[in-house]
């Protein structure tokens, strides 16, 4: 049998890169059974008790991810928000406190260096005046990279506060949010891309509610030194587990969320990715932001391809890099994400295909270590988002 | 008796025929598998061929064949129940069975013993 690598561990880490970085929690993971990859520069849990139990735990329980990895940034300085809009096409300046919104990084083409996302909150400067900050969380593959072309790109004025001195849990599952309140009281008052100040025993949390997997749930930044006492105290409750990369990677494929490095990178425009929704009403009129020109033409006209979900015909997983092709077997497309979907008990995959074939029903055909799958495109989320917004509550 | 490879297949030989599967070792490392492609009755195999395909959630993996020999079928269970190898990796997750065309194969293979102390230097 060949090497059973992780499909997981093998774009994030370039050859270059210097040894693997250990997260704050990384002995916590191994007293709890975590088979440990390295994955974005870090070792990380791929599983604990394995992929599929975690992933469908998750979709009728809750699940405690560590997402330490990920890139916490604080920027304040005067005017960071319009700033900010040089580069990010979401409305910024619009943003209120408390308030959360994706968004995406982009280059002078309109490419997408990361996608991340973006929340205003309340902050005292130097000299005790009241005022607002910009958290961001971006990807961890990325975070050095994008602090580079954020301080390029923003003025002097402007500090970026890399938080590595924080880490980020995430709990995900339809029974995290009343969980967790029983810890810290006062979490369930947030709705779905809203976030908070709160304390755990005199720690300081930031909380917001949102996630990576389509299901309801929290993102919780935690200082470092407490991190591991406040997961013991998250893993206490019966509801929650501790979810590895591979559950992580099947939900938010089964949610039809992108991976930064796989559905996205800086060939891709917002609009080939089908994420439109970042592209705020207000920006796409001003047409202020970095590749503004070229998106704008893109959402007029179309782009040439665009971001699809497709359901495979068959068990059999068709991954990341299999090809899609034309009656004629010419290659016209490419998969960029693929896996066997546990809720659905099928595979499932994203890919960018020419414009023409783009609506769902379509059959494709794809072709992988030279076998040929057949496909046909689906809407996404694949599996619904259960979301908890403003009014539903 | 049975024989194994470095690369985590096993095969039980009696008289000529072998069937063929990996070990447990190998599906914990896979986890979660969802998907087995088997050889077809008939096919010929070389020592090493790639035999069959076993898909976890995380990755693909091939199966080489432990020896030479003619296909005489693969596991159709698989097809609906892949976590069979998962739950019974030595027995009822078999792959294939396979006719020997040379029987000298199998002292290049690994006995239990040589195979668990290879698989604890791991």
């Not at chain 2, 739950?87 to 040379?102: K, Q, Y």
């Amino acid at each position: 049998m060949s090497d059973a690598e992780t499909l997981l561990n093998v774009e994030d880490a370039p050859e270059d890169q210097e040894e693997p970085q250990l997260l704050p929690l990384d002995a916590w993971h191994r007293a709890h059974g975590g088979r440990m990859v390295p994955f974005a520069g870090y070792i990380m849990p791929v599983q604990y008790e394995g992929i599929m139990a975690e992933h469908l735990w998750v979709r009728e329980s809750a699940g405690l991810f560590d997402v330490s990895h990920m890139g916490q940034l604080v920027l304040t300085g005067e005017g960071v928000d319009r700033a900010l809009e040089a580069v990010l096409p979401g409305d910024i300046q619009g943003l209120g406190v408390n308030r959360m919104r994706y968004s995406l990084l982009l280059n002078d083409e309109g490419g997408v260096l990361d996608d991340l996302m973006i929340t205003r909150r309340a902050s005292t400067d130097e000299d005790g005046h009241p005022g607002t900050e910009l958290y961001m969380v971006v990807n961890g593959a990325t975070k050095y990279d994008d602090i580079g072309y954020l301080l390029e790109t923003l003025s002097d004025d402007v500090t970026i506060n890399l938080q590595d001195e924080q880490a980020l849990l995430a709990v995900q599952g339809p029974k995290a949010v009343a969980t967790v309140a029983r810890l810290v009281p006062g979490v369930d008052s947030l709705v779905f891309m809203t976030a908070g100040a709160f304390d755990w025993n005199g720690t300081p949390l930031w909380i917001s509610r949102s996630g990576y997997t389509g299901e309801d749930g929290l993102e919780i930044s935690v200082p470092a030194e407490a991190v591991a006492a406040f997961a013991d105290a998250l893993l206490a409750q019966p509801e929650i587990r501790p979810i590895g990369l591979g559950a992580r990677d099947s939900l938010r494929l089964e949610a039809g969320l992108p991976l930064y490095g796989h559905d996205l990178d800086p060939e891709t425009t917002p609009v080939m990715a089908d994420l439109g929704f970042a592209l705020a009403k207000k920006r796409r009129e001003a047409a202020d932001f970095a590749g503004a020109a070229r998106i704008l033409a893109e959402r007029e006209s179309g782009p040439a391809v665009q971001r699809v979900g497709l359901l495979v015909t068959g068990r059999q997983p068709v991954r990341e890099g299999a090809s899609v092709v034309d009656a004629d077997g010419a290659v016209i497309g490419r998969v960029t994400s693929g896996g066997f979907a546990p809720t659905l008990g099928g595979a499932i995959a994203m890919a960018y295909v020419p414009t023409d074939l783009a609506a769902p029903g379509t059959g494709v055909r794809l072709v992988q270590r030279g076998k040929v799958h057949e496909a046909v495109v689906a809407a996404m989320p694949f599996v619904p988002h259960r979301y908890v917004r403003q009014g539903a509550k | 008796m049975r024989y194994f490879t470095e690369d985590h297949e096993w095969i039980d030989v009696d008289g000529a025929i072998g069937t063929v599967g990996i070990t447990d070792y190998a599906q914990g490392q896979l986890g979660d598998i969802v998907f087995v492609d088997v050889p077809a009755e008939g096919r010929q195999l070389s020592k090493g061929d790639e035999a069959a395909v076993v898909e976890s959630v995380k990755a693909a993996s091939d199966v080489y064949t432990p020896v030479s020999g003619t296909v005489l079928e693969g596991n159709a269970a698989l097809a609906d129940q892949p976590d069979l190898v998962n739950s019974d990796a030595d027995g009822e997750g078999w792959f294939f069975r396979i006719t020997l065309s040379d029987e000298s194969e199998l002292e290049e293979l690994m006995d239990e013993a040589a195979y668990e102390a290879f698989v604890a230097k791991l």
